[in-house]
């Protein structure tokens, strides 16, 4: 597209009825995620006119973060210093929550640290077996999965609250902290960019992906059939739920992943168990920084910090908890009547690990968060 037209069509744009245009890009929102229809945007060359429309529509942010999976359109967004002094702004000092997931979408995709990062630390600490990428609409069956499998004894990685802070990062630690990953398909995981970036970063840290089937009778295609064509579906939709565990089990034994973290559990009688391949002692990762406010921690930081404490049983039973919860626990203990909470946490620990909770361990625990919030 010519120069004068792309800006004859900007200034015919702008005289549009303000509705008509948010229809428009509602439309343009989801046709973005199509792969074709990316590369048709890149040499149609219509990124500068999306890039005007930002401060007006920041519906187009989003349309601009699903564009930036193709490469082309990444040079393009790249050469447009403006445009990225304008993320640069936003990733810091934006108040909107979602606008800053956007901005650091957008910023993962043009940026090729994450792709040095993915070799330089491939020899970081393990902390969990399995993490479980899914779109938050498929988020009750995904709950079960985790609750299933954590039961059996693997350390799973599972965001139910979507993450805050840089959305990114985050995610790129629990990938790089993860032997493998459950990624449950739908059409709305194919849609969601954020599912697409998780994805293609573990396919990136060439992580072993073992694909789960939640919608019935749905084909991948486009990036996600490129990434699980070649792969075995557990079908969860032709399966009763217990069944497709069974199957899912089967095939993460299949995958050898060591149990490093596993609860050391006497199995019961008739009983598949996943067998320690190389049991090592977890060790706190090197390269991971700490941040003062224990509010700021992820489920990274806490793991992190048990394990530096050598608090094993309780990293177990703490498995998807944040910084928050760190200290809304510790308050609870602190102000509830020991023997209620002995009975809850040792219900608790027994229910998800297998285990009864040490009370040297809790002690040690409780010490440990005050002397940090000292």
């Given at each position: ?81 403006s445009f ?62 985790y609750e ?114 596993v609860a ?111």
């Amino acid at each position: 597209m010519k120069q004068e037209n792309l800006d004859h069509c900007s200034v015919v744009l702008f005289k549009i009825d303000p509705q008509l245009i948010l229809e428009y890009s509602a439309g343009f929102v989801s046709l973005s995620k199509n792969d074709s229809m990316q590369q048709k945007a890149a040499d149609a060359n219509i990124i500068p006119l999306l890039i005007e429309m930002c401060d007006e529509y920041p519906m187009t942010f989003d349309i601009l973060w699903a564009l930036s999976f193709n490469t082309d359109i990444q040079q393009q967004l790249r050469s447009n210093k403006s445009f990225m002094v304008k993320l640069a702004h936003l990733e810091e000092d934006s108040g909107n929550q979602q606008m800053r997931k956007i901005t650091n979408g957008i910023l993962w995709n043009l940026e090729s640290n994450h792709k040095e990062r993915a070799t330089s630390e491939t020899n970081d600490v393990m902390m969990f077996d399995i993490m479980i990428s899914y779109s938050h609409k498929d988020k009750v069956l995904c709950k079960q999965l985790y609750e299933e499998l954590a039961r059996a004894g693997y350390r799973v990685w599972i965001d139910f609250d979507q993450m805050h802070g840089n959305v990114m990062d985050a995610m790129a630690q629990a990938i790089e902290r993860s032997r493998a990953i459950i990624i449950c398909i739908s059409e709305e995981y194919r849609r969601s960019n954020y599912c697409r970036a998780e994805a293609h970063y573990a396919f990136q840290r060439q992580l072993r992906i073992v694909p789960v089937l939640l919608q019935k009778s749905y084909k991948p295609d486009g990036w996600l059939l490129f990434l699980i064509g070649q792969l075995l579906y557990v079908d969860f939709t032709k399966n009763e739920f217990p069944r497709a565990m069974e199957i899912l089990v089967k095939e993460l034994k299949a995958l050898v992943i060591p149990e490093t973290y596993v609860a050391r559990v006497q199995p019961k009688k008739d009983t598949d168990t996943v067998r320690p391949v190389a049991p090592v002692s977890p060790t706190p990762s090197p390269s991971l920084i700490l941040p003062d406010n224990i509010l700021e921690w992820t489920q990274i930081h806490v793991q992190d910090w048990l394990i530096g404490h050598n608090l094993v049983q309780m990293s177990r039973l703490l498995a998807n908890c944040d910084g928050s919860s760190l200290i809304y626990l510790n308050e609870f203990i602190k102000n509830c009547e020991p023997q209620q909470v002995l009975k809850l946490l040792q219900e608790d620990s027994v229910r998800r690990t297998k285990e009864s909770l040490s009370l040297v361990e809790l002690a040690c625990f409780r010490s440990g968060i005050d002397r940090q919030k000292q």
